[in-house]
């Protein structure tokens, strides 16, 4: 967001705030006016400015009932008060007495008052003294103005007397500026006073309850405190109101609204609640008349109904003027809401405007091909489509603000610019979306020529390539293909590229450098092909006119041949005039100068028709790669990306949520590398397809990701088919207008990989003897490799039961299946395992350092569901095994055994290849492992010295022969001495002690590849079972593993003891003598030859002592039987 947005924005803000709070002070200061207004017309009615007592603040003064209002009026309208016998009158503290009168002048209205009130002060029963004292009392503080005093005095004659005399002389006393009248009966008070407007007890017949009269004006004055309590909190609740700050967001006002209207509702129900005390207290005090129709109501009665009345009226109009005051507020709030919607909304859709702007300024591609511009073409289509939604969004949300506008809402100068943005940017976007269709539509437009005059070009020289030269030279055979070139020339109009310039004047918006050197090559291969058309025409007009011979398949004359280096495919371009294809792809091109006369025609034509089918390939390789990109852009944006659209997320299962990468796995990987890469690369073979070998070769390591994807697919699988009938991948699938469902592009990776072999099959069919040729030939054997990999994992993945890691097993050299028979040997005798009469069905998993044996399992689902598991049973180290390449006379059958063939399993394949396959994979392990344990074993010899030299023991330890391959025809096969000591035999020995022999036996490499070393050099490469046959000759050898003796005349020796075999016993045992304890004893022959290992006799090599030869020979083959390094341990 730039600046001058930025401010137009915050000026935007401002404006709204200045308006909010304009209008809610004038709102707020209307609802003040009116409550301020009836809190006083409260304090009026109730004259609280006269006196602020209360009826339940003298509560217990007036229940005393030493004086009262008994509603009666005198003949001039003034009100009465009775003061009542009330003996304990004199001691009344004054501020009772104070209080009462004080409350009691009050409650009359103004008018009334203003005449001044009638005091009728009964002391009939009373004495002088008391007449006297409350004289004097009401003298001194009554509150209120007086019209007239009525008193009547004691009635006892003695009282009476003393009041007529003492009235008389102590009048000036009481200082009452009113007549004060002693009357001696109520009859004399009749004359003053109406009986109506006495009570009962005066002679009168005014009703009169004191306890409901103090109830009453309890009542009424509760009622006009709650009525100006409500008032109050009103005016505050509508300060707080107004005085609230404008929220920013949707959520806050939203809440806002709803916090201000739940206080609204509680401030309705106060008000319900007094509506309701005031109706109670209106019906109590109109109680009477309901009773009694004819009941008529003293003065005070009215004025406590007129009161109750009045301050109902004030009630309605505190309730009228809040909710005057709320309307206006909440038309505020909610126009504030929708404001905030309008602004959030107007964020969204502005973005999604501007992806929508974004997206489209992305489709600035012509394309490459008519496929992949029509591609572009479509996503534009599709983008249309979304985007069209989003400007309806957009326009709809004009649309709307347009009401609001309408509305007079309070932010219209906030709205309308967003308005106005709004339909602009929908403008544009639209003019941009025309402007790209037709641009893409001129692309299409251009390709589909380019491509049909391709297509016309292809054909043309596939029709070239296929016309038979020894056909031709019939009349009739000419005339036939020069028919086939005239029907096929007669179409050139519809085809080819005609008018160049033309096509630079009408297509110059869309023609990128690229597109016009695409342009400008079919225009070129156009010229170039009708100049070889018209000189197969006239060379064919030329046999049809005349019958001639038919041409002898001859060498060419040698001055015709220009023999040419190898060069690049810029210099192929320069061909001779006449070739069809540019350059022949021969090593040492042969170019023929004159195709009339001294080319040879069989030959050139077959090499311009393998051409041409090469050609064919390499633009089935390019399309099919670019469809595959294509396709595999389509499956990301249009199904991955779709997983992370907030739009799209109510539609996705939970069981695919977040499981993007199980279900696409590397894909992204896969298309990044094409897109990038190796399409691009391919395309620079476009004219050279011979060499494409190398551009395989080159990113040979980069086309292992589809391992990862293989191994990934049945997982993938699993997943797709429990979410594939959710409605996500249906609406993506309506989207990208496919007729397939996802389940077919997930599979595009695993066809593609395979299609390359295909392909490189056909290249190389039709490229012998070209350059390219090896690199071809070296492709088709790595992609080969690529796939039986991924074949291979795909099988290891499903291994089940392995305990350990099979990655620490080595690289995964073969796999497959077998029938398998077990054998074990207990001591000298062979015993077959009676269960095992029946071979066992086993696939095995041959690692550089392990031999696995699993049962395959029942394959059960379907597609990648239904790939087979295998249970693992168990494994043989590859460090401890031999093999027996020919067992039981079958040629499909071979031996691996163990422990000195203690363990064997025989193993017979479906096929005497097969079985080749994997004993020559086998060989290959044991002589890698032969190899490091000789290098090993040397390292060891070479750091110690030995303690047993030649010039003093004249023994010696001969590890391995020389290599004969690396000895002169003629030469004697001699080998170096190699002195060693005791602990140089500790490379061989057995960790664990055994009661017999150890078991110590080094296999030996006896491949194909001849390492130099035959049965009759090492004793050690032998058939464990075909040890007998061994011939073991007297002489000195050195100890290479522990032996205990097992009998009281058998010899115990250690490793590195020097021992001197002395004869042949006729048991199968040697006499031996320990040559470094001096003492002799018996041996098994079976176990000497574990004892002595690869050890020669030194009489053999250098051994001053003439005994004889002292080789081990064997009489087995050693082409047929590999031992394994059983159970050296170093």
Not at 604 to 632: C, K
Not at 782 to 810: F, P, Q, R
Not at 1027 to 1054: C, F, I
Not at 1086 to 1108: C, D, F, M, V
């Amino acid at each position: 967001m730039d600046m001058t947005t930025h401010l137009l924005l915050l000026s935007w803000l401002l404006l709204i705030m200045i308006l909010w709070v304009k209008m809610g002070e004038d709102s707020l200061e209307e609802l003040v006016r009116r409550l301020t207004v009836i809190m006083l017309k409260i304090d009026e009615i109730m004259q609280q400015e006269s006196s602020p007592l209360c009826a339940a603040d003298i509560s217990p003064d007036l229940r005393k009932q030493f004086a009262f209002l008994s509603g009666g009026r005198g003949q001039n309208g003034s009100p009465i008060i009775i003061f009542p016998e009330y003996p304990e009158f004199g001691e009344l503290e004054e501020q009772e007495f104070h209080n009462v009168l004080t409350y009691l002048t009050s409650i009359p209205s103004l008018s009334s008052t203003g005449i001044g009130f009638i005091l009728v002060i009964d002391r009939r029963q009373d004495r002088w003294a008391s007449v006297k004292g409350t004289l004097l009392r009401i003298a001194g503080s009554f509150p209120g103005n007086l019209q007239l005093v009525l008193v009547l005095r004691p009635t006892t004659l003695f009282q009476r007397t003393i009041s007529d005399i003492l009235f008389k002389f102590n009048k000036d006393d009481f200082k009452m500026k009113v007549p004060v009248i002693m009357l001696s009966s109520v009859t004399e008070l009749h004359s003053y006073i109406d009986r109506s407007q006495l009570t009962q007890e005066l002679g009168g017949t005014q009703e009169y309850c004191h306890e409901k009269w103090i109830s009453h004006r309890t009542a009424i004055e509760g009622f006009a405190l709650m009525v100006k309590k409500t008032a109050q909190t009103l005016q505050s609740f509508g300060t707080e109101l107004a005085e609230t700050e404008l929220p920013n967001d949707v959520e806050a006002t939203s809440n806002l609204l709803t916090v201000h209207t739940e206080k609204k509702d509680k401030m309705k129900e106060d008000l319900r609640i007094a509506l309701c005390q005031g109706g109670r207290l209106l019906e109590s005090i109109n109680e009477p008349l309901v009773k009694d129709p004819d009941y008529s109501m003293n003065h005070d009665e009215l004025e406590n109904l007129a009161t109750v009345q009045r301050l109902l009226g004030q009630l309605d109009e505190t309730e009228t003027a809040f909710d005057d005051f709320w309307d206006k507020h909440q038309t505020k709030l909610e126009q504030c809401l929708q404001l905030r919607h309008f602004e959030q909304n107007f964020r969204e859709v502005r973005a999604h405007l501007d992806l929508v702007y974004d997206r489209l300024s992305g489709f600035s591609e012509v394309g490459i091909s008519p496929a992949h511009a029509e591609h572009i073409l479509k996503e534009l289509t599709n983008h249309e489509e979304r985007a069209s939604e989003v400007m309806d969004q957009a326009l709809s949300l004009a649309s709307d603000a347009d009401q609001l506008i309408e509305a007079s809402h309070y932010a219209v100068d906030s709205i309308l610019p967003k308005c106005s943005e709004l339909r602009s940017v929908c403008e544009e976007i639209s003019t941009i979306l025309r402007a790209k269709k037709a641009y893409l539509f001129k692309s299409v437009e251009l390709h589909q020529c380019l491509e049909k005059a391709t297509k016309w070009y292809d054909d043309g020289i596939y029709l070239l390539a296929s016309q038979p030269v020894d056909k031709c030279q019939s009349q009739d055979g000419a005339e036939s293909a020069l028919q086939e070139i005239e029907r096929y020339l007669d179409t050139a109009n519809q085809h080819k590229l005609t008018d160049l310039n033309g096509i630079w004047r009408d297509y110059d918006s869309v023609l990128t450098q690229d597109f016009r050197d695409q342009v400008d090559k079919v225009f070129q291969k156009q010229l170039s092909m009708q100049e070889m058309f018209e000189k197969r025409r006239v060379s064919l007009k030329k046999l049809a006119a005349k019958q001639t011979r038919p041409v002898q398949p001859v060498a060419p004359r040698p001055e015709a041949i220009i023999k040419t280096p190898v060069s690049s495919p810029a210099h192929r371009e320069k061909s001779i005039e006449g070739d069809v294809i540019n350059g022949n792809c021969k090593k040492g091109e042969l170019h023929l100068q004159n195709e009339g006369s001294s080319r040879h025609p069989s030959v050139s034509d077959e090499e311009e028709n393998f051409a041409v089918l090469r050609r064919h390939v390499m633009n089935e390789l390019l399309e099919t790669e670019r469809a595959y990109v294509e396709e595999l852009l389509c499956v990301l944006e249009g199904y991955a990306a779709e997983m992370d659209n907030p739009a799209m997320s109510h539609l996705i299962p939970n069981t695919l949520l977040h499981k993007k990468d199980i279900l696409f796995g590397n894909m992204s990987e896969i298309y990044q590398f094409h897109k990038k890469t190796f399409l691009r690369e391919l395309e620079a073979y476009t004219d050279y397809p011979e060499l494409v070998g190398q551009c395989f070769l080159e990113r040979m390591t980069d086309l292992q990701i589809y391992e990862k994807y293989c191994q990934n697919k049945p997982r993938s699988e699993s997943l797709w088919r429990q979410c594939s009938d959710c409605a996500f991948f249906q609406e993506c699938q309506k989207k990208l207008e496919h007729k397939l469902g996802l389940d077919s592009y997930l599979l595009k990776p695993v066809q593609r990989i395979t299609k390359y072999q295909l392909l490189l099959k056909e290249l190389l069919k039709y490229s012998k003897g070209c350059e390219g040729e090896e690199d071809l030939q070296e492709a088709l054997s790595s992609i080969l490799g690529i796939l039986k990999a991924v074949n291979d994992s795909m099988h290891l993945i499903a291994i089940t039961g392995y305990e350990g890691n099979l990655s620490d097993l080595g690289r995964l050299m073969m796999q497959g299946s077998f029938s398998v028979w077990t054998e074990h040997k207990k001591g000298h005798a062979k015993v077959k395992d009676l269960a095992r009469f029946k071979p066992m069905q086993r696939h095995l998993f041959l690692h550089e350092k392990a031999l696995l044996f699993c049962k395959k399992r029942e394959e059960n689902g379907e597609g990648y569901e239904k790939a087979p598991s295998y249970s693992f049973k168990h494994s043989l180290s590859m460090s401890a095994v031999g093999i027996t390449e020919n067992a039981k006379g079958d040629n499909k059958k071979f031996e691996i055994w163990c422990n000195s063939r203690e363990e064997v399993y025989i193993v017979q394949a479906s096929t005497p290849e097969i079985k080749t396959a994997w004993v020559n994979e086998i060989r290959k392990v044991l002589t890698r492992q032969l190899k490091a344990c000789r290098e090993a074993s040397q390292q060891k010899s070479s750091d110690q010295i030995s303690p047993l030299t030649p010039s003093s023991t004249g023994l010696t330890l001969s590890p391995f022969k020389t290599n004969p391959k690396s000895l002169k025809k003629g030469d004697e096969k001699k080998t170096e001495p190699t002195t060693t000591d005791p602990s140089s035999a500790a490379l061989f020995k057995n960790n664990d002690k055994l009661k017999g022999f150890t078991k110590a036996s080094l296999s030996m490499d006896a491949s194909e590849e001849n390492d130099g070393y035959s049965s009759a050099e090492d004793p050690m490469n032998s058939d464990p079972e075909d040890e007998g046959g061994k011939k073991l000759s007297p002489g000195k050898y050195v100890v290479v593993a522990d032996h205990d003796k097992s009998g009281p005349q058998e010899l115990t020796v250690k490793s590195g003891d020097t021992v001197q075999l002395v004869r042949e016993g006729d048991d199968g045992r040697w006499f031996v003598r320990n040559l470094r304890t001096s003492k002799e004893g018996w041996v098994p022959a079976a176990n000497l030859l574990t004892l002595i290992g690869e050890s020669k006799s030194s009489q053999s090599l250098s051994s001053s002592e003439g005994s004889g030869s002292g080789n081990l020979s064997t009489s087995s083959s050693c082409s047929e039987t590999y031992t394994s390094f059983s159970d050296i341990k170093a």
